[in-house]
């Protein structure tokens, strides 16, 4: 056999294993005409790709029946229909629908002939890794492969269509070109210097990040049902090096349970994992997620090593394939859909094609890819310039994977809290930035049909916060210094809904609930729509505005949760009764006693960077340790912290010293402080802790009592009415109380220069000592 080309040892195979019926000639080979990349005559080419560069291709392979793919996909959603969500699990799928293992035994063959080294997937006949040197990859797809520049990027593409066996159903080659990259929306930090400002009102808006707790209230997730038996999927790429740890500091800052994470890696694996910055894009999905649905007994991350197309239908392929896999995920990425009248722009089919194979796949088994719809506004980023959530592109194109008609499109929000207890929407506006617009290729599904403004498929179909990335609005992520960062952009969005689902789907009986889109376009068309969503009315995407109904914005709105799960479950408590482990490292609770203590000597007076004074220096302002006191009558609460040495000096260059002491209820954070002024006069208030644009204020909201012990271990104490601060019952927990000793620079309301912390440690139980 030495010497014989790879298409005659395939006609070999063919002819033994898949018999003589096939009727293209074993010899003869198609070029695949889409798979190139378009107008590459407008790039300048700069030369031929090394010969040892080592490549990886992924070759996807065409179901053998679609029609009655199709129609039995129709039927699933079909009340009246036997077949009536009758979901599939990944094994009936392949055997009634997929590719032979004849077929695909033989496409390894032909690979393997070809000198590369073949990768396939568990469980997978329809799709399958391939690497080799490039002379290889080349001379097995009948291909030169060549570099080329364009626009600022440098990139190697196929000089020709890749040339396949025409007795292979070869749907498309990918990996031939790297032009293709899947791109995150980024993620702003929020950050400011801290202020005090003094207000009459009783509840103070949140204008700035809210917190999982928040979001709860807001869209109305009913506490009877969080995910409960449920599990779900993250999608992504790279490395992750500290997106658990983060996630675990997220969890313990708001009190949730400890969500069980498994990473598992798809793809080339001939080079180093991505490593573009786009691990804090994971810590955003994993927290959101988790955020809405905190009792899901698990999180799977299913990643590509690179951002390729290639490994990215690695990962989802992996996904649809896997028999305990989740029913639900979020892809918090995408990639510009590619419109072949758009002369001259560079571009290519990308995922399209295989990428909705798969996701046709996860409907008939009853499972939902949430996925975001970009932060470029009604275009799509095309040029390599990171404008998310800045300024709109000229492309008129939707992101891939949203754009699929087998994916639920999520747009976003700007949310704005009432600050109440617990926390109401104030307003809800849709977020300029926002993706969302027509199709110009993809037809539209059947769920939207009376909807979808064209004959395309339309975007968003729902949305959620995203907050605005110029402003702060988001909701709160935490590092692993638990130092709290907004979270925005649709990559908020996105995963905030596959939560949010989840909880829908734990109220499900049997396998589900199936595809979101057909029950939320079908709740969206009832007569219960203004029960089951907040209709998103103001605002616009350029030039899309948001309307009554349906829009190109934020689709049918953000949801009401409680009512969604009522009215497509009949219930809103979860259908099995999971047990939801403690985590080993939840917070302690107590009535009494310290709340959190901190080292002594640890204090730091720093201003713009410039540390005044050694480390100690200021014991006056050293926090020791915090604990909170019942009042007899039940009526007041009091916040005892215990300092160094405890005085009325205010270090050389302040003007004031303010102890805080701060704990969430509810959603919402409150705050005592005690104020040592020059001369020695205290004044103390309570208050809110609000996050307007990119500061953190302490919102004064009532003058109260507190007093100062001065002296080695000295306390400062604040007594505050429990009706300021929420009015919380016996039994309830104060959560994350911690407290903060500053000193104000400047005149009037200054700035406040941390000298020392201590907290979070134990949680507050309210009640009698």
Known sequence: MKGRSSVALLALVLAVV???????????TVRLSQDVVHHLDAATLLGPVAPTQHLTVGVALKNPNEAAETAYLKSLYDPSSSNYQNFLDPDAFNTQFGVPA??????????????LHVQTIGGVTNYVLADGSAAQVAAAFGTALNNYTAGGRTFYANAQAPAVPAALPVMTVLGLNNFNRFRTPHVTPASGTPKTTVAAATNVPQTGILTPQALWSIYDQPSTNLGNGQSMAIFGWGVTPDTVAHLRSFESEFGLPQVPVSVNYYGATDTPDTNDGADIEWDLDTKASTGMAPNVTSETLYFGHHNSDADILAALTAWVNDKRGPMQGSASFGECENIPAAEPVIGTDGLEEPGDAVLKQAVIEGRTLFASTGDTGSSCPIVPVNTNGVATQAYPALNYPSASPYAVAVGGTVLNSDGGNPPKRLTETAWEFTGGGNSTQIPAPSYQAGVAPTQFRGTPDVAAISGDVATGNGMAITDSNGADQQGAGTSLSSPLWVGMWTRIQAAAAKKGLGFANYSLYKQGKSSSYGNDFFDVTVGDNVPYPAKPGWDNTTGW???????????????????????????????????????????????????????????????????????????????????ILTVRDLSTTIPTGGTENDYNFVWFLGGVEYFTQLAVEPGGIVNAYDGQVVHISLETRFQQLHVVTGKITPGPNGTVEVDVPLANIGSPTAGQVLTQPSATAYVRVGVLAGSLQTVDSGGPNANYVVGPC
């Open 18 to 28: 898949v018999g003589p019926a096939l009727p293209a000639q074993a010899d003869s």
């Open 102 to 115: 004849a077929t695909f035994q033989a496409t390894q063959t032909w690979l393997t002939g070809a000198g």
């Open 557 to 639: 709105g953000t949801p009401d949760v409680a009512n969604l799960m009522k009215d497509l479950t009949g219930r809103t408590t979860p259908a099995k009764n999971v047990a939801v482990p403690v985590p080993a490292t939840a917070a302690p609770t107590t009535t009494c006693g310290n709340l959190f203590s901190d080292a002594s000597g640890d204090d730091s007076f720093v201003v713009q960077g410039q540390t005044l004074g050694a480390q100690g220096a200021d014991p006056q302002l050293d926090i020791l340790g915090g604990q909170a006191l019942l009042s007899a009558d039940g009526q007041t609460l009091r916040t």
